[in-house]
């Protein structure tokens, strides 16, 4: 908009919502909507909460500083300058009042020096003072756009002492004039208001940056609808696996049902054939005997008593017959079915225990498909569990000659069997594993143990790979870029790159997440961008902020590691630092600062204002690090070898572990991180291992030994975690980055 469009619609702007009249004292509330002074007071002394406001655009509640005076709110110096200019664009219509006699003349100037309208007959006394010599007036009907322009750029004076306010109090964060300096602000830091402005000015550039980098990228939206396609389509596919394994599963259930039918069908048939053959075994035993009767009835009707006494064969078989007869005939008591069914009550409990899949995320190639589930159990893949096909036999956990997945055989009884297993390496990764049981025989499986899959196994096994596995070493002793002397302090920001302070070559190393080099800044001085030692290091948004702890300050660089701004001097006073080591952000967007010779955790604003401190004094005795995790800040005291946990508000509450080497015991704690599954990672410098715990603080596991070799620790400093879950270790005396998984 131009400035004459603008001025043409200037009492749009200066008129107050409230009181529809022109503003007066314009005050500006946090929601960044502006009434006059008089207004917001009223609408304080109805609401019955003098500490607090309710917007009257937003409707948004705010808590006022200074105990509920609102003369304490930002005066809108915009409007102000707005007001000023509003009454030449009035002068041709009613007048503009003079500020030395208050009569009101169209024929007037402005004064830029004096900030004030002169009628025409004051002008010349005016331009007589000799003091005024130097000021610029100008007259109402010569000014252009430019003068207009002048106006709104005019510097803003105290209200109180009518100066121009030139610093800046960074305990009150208030612009202020020289007079209130020495009255009203003495003792407090100030600074340049103009250097404020421009630090000011630069934060708010690099907000503007990193949302227009945002807002650049277009395509988001319509990304996103393209996702929702492929969360459809592939979940369309895993319904479509999930259907086809299930439709296999009942394949392979009715084929072995339908070779159960027929073994039935077969032993039927065979019952019935030996029916058949014992009905007609029956049916010709009945016409022999029918045969018998026959003859028996006539000899008895023809017969005399002497032709019946003599010897005759076929009453001798036939006595015989009776004699050795033995209810043959009767078949109550025969089993007609020689065979019945027998559940598999282990595979029908097996089936109804567990469950048909699982579902799995999808993971990088290049990495483990093992599965994190929390810090204590893994899952890999649908495969984690095999059913126990070997009668009697259960396996559960099996070894391999690197000790990485463990197996046990044991029969029904619980006992061992009969031999141990013998494990074969068949050179691809896979395993056999052979044994011998009384119940079976010789069993045989075949047993890939990377995490990757089973085949063949009789076992039921459950898998449980190393927690934490070494995949990526970089960095050695030495002065070369890329090389370190001491390695300290480790961040990562979002584009995947890793930061470490090498406190002997007092500079700091960049690298991509593969280990690849990718700058140094700094060097050994005390100069702003040097360093001697740097500790402690942390990114916040595109910034680099650094610890460098013999200077006593705290410096702050771009992502390209130029020079930004610092904070800091050696001293006792609450601004003031002694060898400040560990660095991290709060939630507020706030720098925690271990401060270690001063033995407090001091905590800054962006800029270096001191905020407050975390504890009481006499509450640390060698403080390294603490870092905010939900509402809770958490600080590894080197000192007293053990990690103490404050509340948000900086009370204590509770402490952890002991001087030792026992778990959850440590030997000078140093830096601390919170892993993807939200569980607290301590370097134990002296113990030369990596402790991991529950926030609550119950010890969960550990990684890591004394010596050189890979996934060994020679006094681990610090850890990072890498947007993919890995976990970034420096040695200090192995003078490396370690990278786990």
């Known amino acids: 908009m131009d400035i004459k469009t603008f001025l043409n619609n200037i009492y749009e702007h200066v008129c107050c919502p409230v009181c529809t009249n022109r503003f007066t004292n314009p005050k500006l509330l946090p929601c960044l909507h502006t009434f006059c002074l008089h207004c917001v007071q009223r609408i304080q002394a109805t609401s019955g909460t003098p500490d607090t406001i309710l917007c009257p655009e937003c409707r948004r509640n705010f808590t006022i500083p200074g105990n509920g005076d609102l003369n304490t709110l930002p005066t809108n110096f915009r409007l102000n300058s707005l007001l000023d200019a509003l009454p030449v664009t009035e002068c041709k219509t009613s007048g503009v009042k003079c500020g030395n006699c208050d009569k009101r003349r169209q024929e007037s100037a402005y004064c830029f020096t004096c900030c004030s309208f002169w009628c025409e007959d004051c002008l010349p006394s005016h331009n007589s003072i000799k003091t005024f010599k130097e000021h ?218 567990k469950q048909l899949g699982f579902l799995k995320r999808i993971t990088n190639p290049k990495e483990s498909t093992v599965e994190g589930n929390g810090i204590s159990k893994g899952t890999v893949g649908l495969l984690a569990e095999i059913v126990v096909i070997t009668r009697n036999i259960l396996g559960e956990q099996v070894y391999d000659q690197n000790n990485c997945v463990t197996m046990e055989i044991r029969n029904h009884e619980g006992q061992d069997c009969s ?49 934490f596995k070494p995949v990526l070493s970089f960095g050695k002793r030495g002065s070369a870029p890329g090389m370190f002397n001491l390695a300290w302090g480790i961040a990562v920001n979002d584009k995947d790159e890793i930061a470490v302070t090498g406190s002997g070559n007092h500079r700091i190393e960049m690298f991509l997440c593969d280990g690849t080099h990718l700058r140094s800044f700094g060097r050994n001085g005390n100069q702003q961008g040097q360093f001697s030692c740097p500790f402690g290091i942390t990114f916040y948004n595109n910034s680099i902020i650094v610890s460098d702890s013999h200077n006593h300050r705290i410096q702050i660089f771009d992502d390209q590691g130029h020079y930004l701004y610092q904070f800091g001097e050696k001293g006792k006073l609450n601004h003031q630092l002694g060898c400040p080591r560990g660095l991290s952000i709060d939630s507020d967007g706030n720098i925690i600062v271990a401060d270690q010779h001063n033995k407090s955790i001091k905590i800054f604003t962006l800029d270096g204002q001191f905020l407050r401190r975390i504890g009481e004094e006499g509450s640390f005795i060698d403080p390294v690090h603490c870092i905010q995790h939900d509402n809770y800040f958490i600080v590894s005291d080197s000192g007293d070898h053990c990690i103490k946990v404050f509340d948000k508000q900086g009370k204590f509450l509770n402490n952890f572990g002991m001087r030792g080497a026992g778990d959850g015991e440590f030997m000078s704690p140093r830096c601390l991180s919170v892993d993807k599954a939200g569980h607290l990672l301590v370097c134990d410098y002296l113990n030369h291992r990596v402790q991991v715990f529950k926030p609550n603080g119950k010890f969960i596991t550990k990684f890591g030994a004394p010596g050189t070799e890979k996934g060994k620790f020679n006094a681990p400093m610090s850890t990072a975690i890498l947007p993919n879950g890995r976990i970034v270790v420096t040695e200090l005396n192995n003078h490396r980055v370690q990278v786990f998984e």
Do not use: W
């Not at 029956?282 to 026959?294: G, H, V, W």
């Not at 691809?428 to 075949?446: H, L, M, P, V, W």
């Open 136 to 353: 610029h007036a100008l007259a109402l009907k010569d000014f252009g756009d430019e003068d207009f322009e002048n106006i709104f750029k005019q510097p803003t004076f105290c209200a109180k002492h009518e100066k121009e306010l030139e610093l800046f109090c960074r305990v009150c964060k208030t612009t202020i004039c020289n007079s209130c300096a020495f009255i009203d602000h003495e003792g407090h830091a100030k600074i340049a208001l103009e250097d404020a402005a421009k630090k000011q000015r630069l934060r708010i550039n690099r907000a503007i940056e990193s949302k227009k980098q945002k807002a650049q990228k277009e395509t988001r939206i319509a990304k996103l609808g393209e996702y929702c396609t492929q969360v459809q389509e592939d979940a369309g596919r895993v319904k479509s696996k999930v259907q086809q394994f299930t439709d296999n599963l009942i394949a392979a259930i009715e084929a072995k049902k339908n070779k159960i039918f027929d073994e039935v069908e077969k032993n039927a048939k065979q019952c019935l054939e030996r029916l058949a053959d014992k009905s007609q075994e029956i049916e010709e035993e009945m016409k022999r005997d029918q045969t018998a009767i026959e003859k028996c009835d006539k000899m008895l009707k023809r017969s005399t008593n002497a032709q019946i006494m003599q010897p005759n064969e076929f009453l001798n078989q036939l006595f015989r017959e009776e004699s050795e007869q033995e209810d043959t005939d009767d078949l109550d008591g025969e089993n007609v079915i020689d065979f019945d069914f027998e559940r598999n009550e282990e595979l029908f409990n097996y089936v109804h225990a």
């Open 419 to 467: 031999t141990k297993p013998q494990i074969y390496d068949n050179k691809d990764g896979s395993y056999k594993i052979s044994y011998f049981a009384k119940e079976t025989g010789t069993c045989q499986a075949s047993v890939k143990v990377n995490g990757q899959h089973v085949r063949g196994s009789p076992f039921k096994t459950e898998f449980k790979p190393r927690l």
